[in-house]
């Protein structure tokens, strides 16, 4: 995901756990045993696990609500208890076999976080069971939208977004990440609208409203996802093409031209793309992510569609999710750097291929920029900067932030820089390869490392420390880049009141604009800043990168006053949690709570419930 929670001053392109268990001595007892030491699912697929989903589901606009049932294909190890995760959901009957027998279902106590399981009662012989269940409006995976929140403002519209724990509150299932199914879908929807899944798609409107789908290859139950809406579909190139509402088709696909080239880049690096084709769909702004890389299909926030193609690199990241976190997953989510930290990684990779090595590290020490910002901000020894979490207890969300993804992706660029990249590239190649489909944890990609890559090579390097300790260890890969150190200059002669209107800024890139805002001081006097919004036109920037940074710099200067309203204007339309957490920070930071909050009651219905759960705590609401 293209995600990230993120702290003080910070911001980044892309985005969006110990082990005391004891673990069985075979294969199939290790892989049954990590299975069942997640702490954010009550499903138990040592005892029964679920293979496939199927989906015969009615979404009803009117009443905001998804009504059908879902029937779950079972391997029973002879147990008589079949536990599933839900949240949120009004279940109305549970039926056993081709047969649909009538069974006894219970719904145990609500757990925060996790919600209630429910538990079937079954045969031991018992191999399919069907749930009848309607959504509420706690179900909140979903985000409703009305046709007013659309760029074409006649029709509404609906997403999911599943990661972490939210694919239990549209559909029962067991919604752990170390539970891989298949899954198909029967969805029924005004004949207006379109349907599209994380699976083989339409390309095309058809008159009934009614859309199958296929997902053949196994995945995790956080990676179903579906979107309802007016949709068109433009193909990019043979295996490539972007979904959007028709007023935003062009746009994005002007945007993501270079899609099919950052697949065969992709492929070149680390092995064929095995999901068949690569689509993605530009939602409406309150998407609360950069994008979700729901397979074949990457969910995408519209901030990204700039005009310039200036933010693709979101596009290569979610594609690189292909391979780590689709292809090979985290078994937990205190494992998550397993999914973060190699997609970074891969990320820049791609890029590199594309735009050359100069870009891709621009791109890494914007992200290194974010990943101090994180460490200062959770604390230098705080046990949330190891990169394997303790989430029990918690949220599951509560570890998507930098660590995952930067400290991750500085790991590994430390390797790199030990082991020379084509011995590195072969190792990551292999390491695909060999745990395709699988779901693995921490401890798992340890052993399997330290057999291909002897410690005994790694010098003074070793994964434990990066690991299982916190903050950056001694002795880490540093970036370098020649256009941000020209940047730098350019921030030194501009607190030297050097003329900026005399500057020949025409060649700068986004990253270039984003490192000079960020790095400006945070006491600027108001003379100051006034000119560089008059000079640069900041605060009307079509770029909603730029307009973050600078508007984080504008609060911290007591310069937000005078822009208050481009501010509000950007708070209320945009949903993405990445923008939205610096500036309602920076509100409350600078005794300005009483303004957030007034933007935050305006805003708050357009954002999706991943970002008003953040919001909500950071502005004191729970
Ligand atoms: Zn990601």
Redesign the pocket.
């Known amino acids: 995901?293209?995600?990230k929670l993120v702290f003080f001053l910070s911001i980044t392109f892309?985005?969006?756990q110990c082990t005391s268990e004891k673990k069985g001595n075979n294969t199939t007892n290790k892989l049954q045993n990590d299975l069942t030491m997640d702490h954010h699912s009550f499903g138990k697929p040592n005892e029964i696990a679920t293979k496939h989903l199927a989906l015969d589901l009615e979404v009803d606009f009117s009443s905001q609500k998804i009504k059908g049932k879902v029937s779950l294909t079972l391997e029973n190890h002879g147990f008589t208890t079949l536990h599933l995760d839900t949240r949120n959901l009004n279940i109305q009957k549970v039926t056993l076999g081709e047969k649909e027998e009538k069974t006894v279902f219970t719904l145990e106590d609500t757990i925060p976080f996790l919600g209630q399981d429910l538990a079937i009662e079954v045969k031991p012989e018992t191999n399919l069971v069907h749930v009848y269940y309607e959504t509420t409006a706690g179900s909140d995976a979903l985000q409703w939208l009305s046709a007013a929140q659309t760029s074409g403002k006649s029709l509404p519209y609906l997403f999911t977004q599943g990661q972490a724990i939210l694919t239990r509150t549209w559909i029962p299932c067991q919604d752990s990440p170390g539970n891989r199914i298949t899954y198909s879908a029967r969805v029924k929807v005004p004949q207006e609208l379109m349907v599209v899944m994380s699976a083989d798609n339409p390309q095309a409107k058809n008159n009934t409203g009614i859309y199958a789908f296929e997902m053949k290859q196994p995945i995790p139950p956080y990676l179903i996802a579906m979107t309802i809406g007016n949709l068109a579909f433009k193909p990019l190139g043979e295996r490539t093409g972007v979904y959007a509402e028709p007023e935003m088709l062009e746009k994005s696909a002007y945007e993501f031209v270079d899609m099919e080239k950052m697949l065969i880049a992709a492929e070149n690096l680390y092995g064929k793309y095995l999901w068949g084709r690569y689509d993605v769909i530009v939602l409406p702004p309150s998407f609360p992510f950069g994008?979700?890389?729901n397979p074949k299909l990457t969910f995408a926030t519209p901030t990204i569609i700039t005009g310039d193609r200036s933010l693709t690199s979101l596009v290569a990241?979610?594609l690189?999710?292909s391979w780590s976190?689709n292809l090979v997953t985290n078994a937990t989510w205190n494992d998550f750097w397993l999914?973060?930290g190699f997609?970074?990684y891969f990320?820049r990779r791609i890029m590199e291929s594309l735009y050359g090595a100069d870009y891709a590290e621009m791109l890494a020490l914007l992200g290194y920029q974010d990943l101090k910002a994180t460490i200062e901000s959770l604390g230098q020894d705080s046990a949330d900067t190891h990169l394997f979490l303790a989430l029990k207890g918690r949220d599951a969300d509560d570890g998507m932030n930098d660590i995952a993804?930067e400290k991750g992706y500085l790991m590994l660029r430390t390797i790199e820089s030990i082991i020379g990249r084509s011995k590195f590239d072969a190792f990551l190649k292999e390491y695909f390869h060999s745990h395709a489909f699988q779901s693995i944890d921490t401890k798992t990609f340890i052993d399997y490392f330290y057999s291909k890559i002897p410690k005994a090579t790694l010098g003074d390097f070793t994964l434990e420390a990066w690991i299982y300790a916190p903050g950056i260890p001694a002795g880490h890969y540093e970036n370098k880049s020649k256009k941000f150190a020209l940047i730098d200059k350019k921030v030194e002669a501009f607190i030297k009141n050097d003329d900026i209107r005399k500057w020949d800024t025409k060649s700068w890139t986004t990253h270039e604009w984003l490192h000079f805002i960020r790095n400006l001081p945070k006491d600027l006097d108001q003379e100051k800043m006034k000119n560089l919004d008059l000079v640069f036109n900041f605060s009307d920037s079509g770029n909603a990168e730029i307009l973050d940074v600078w508007f984080e710099l504008a609060i911290y200067n007591g310069y937000i006053h005078s822009i208050e309203d481009k501010l509000e204007a950007f708070l209320v339309s945009v949903g993405r949690r990445k923008f939205l957490t610096p500036l309602y920070k920076g509100l409350k930071e600078t005794n300005q709570l009483e303004l957030a909050k007034k933007i935050y009651n305006k805003a708050r219905p357009n954002y999706h419930s991943v970002a008003t759960h953040t919001m909500d705590e950071l502005l004191g609401y729970k």
């Open positions: 995901m293209l995600q892309l985005w969006t994008g979700m890389e990241h979610e690189a999710h976190g999914n973060e997609t970074v990320e993804y």
